[in-house]
């Protein structure tokens, strides 16, 4: 096996702010929902619109949120940077870009073929 050159202890750190910063984040959108449904029960409908575009918000940071901590239990079990899929190395290059990655390029591309062959048959 091929030594991956990232340096797992700045991505622990890199992921662990990362990770407080998105539940600080999704903290200040539930309590903006909350406030929301508090002030205005009189001014007639509430946004939905505008709520539904905040609960979509928190979802995909809730999302984020599980990357994160995949990619801290891996860093625990001293398999960060290898694919999920195939076990190679995945590029140090692209784990500085995106650090919850945890399948190479080639797996991803392909896993994004696959899901968009579903989604045209369906
Ligand atoms: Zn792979």
Redesign the pocket.
Same mark, same amino acid.
């Given at each position: 096996m091929a030594h991956v050159r990232v340096n797992v202890q700045e991505i622990r750190e890199r992921l662990q702010r990362e990770r407080e910063e998105t539940l600080t984040n999704i903290a200040r959108l539930q309590e903006g929902m909350t406030y929301d449904l508090e002030t205005s029960p009189e001014e007639g409908d509430p946004d939905i619109w505008e709520r539904e575009k905040i609960a979509s918000l928190i979802r995909s940071l809730e999302n984020k949120l599980s990357e994160i901590d995949r990619a801290l239990r891996m860093t625990e079990r001293g398999d960060y940077g290898l =694919? #999920?899929? =195939?076990?190679?190395p995945?590029d140090p290059a692209r784990l500085k870009v995106m650090p919850t990655a945890t *399948?190479? *390029? @080639? =797996? @991803?591309q #392909?896993l994004e073929r696959q899901a968009a062959a579903r989604a045209s048959r369906e």
């Open positions: =694919c #999920e899929r =195939c076990g190679q995945i *399948l190479c *390029l @080639k =797996c @991803k #392909e």
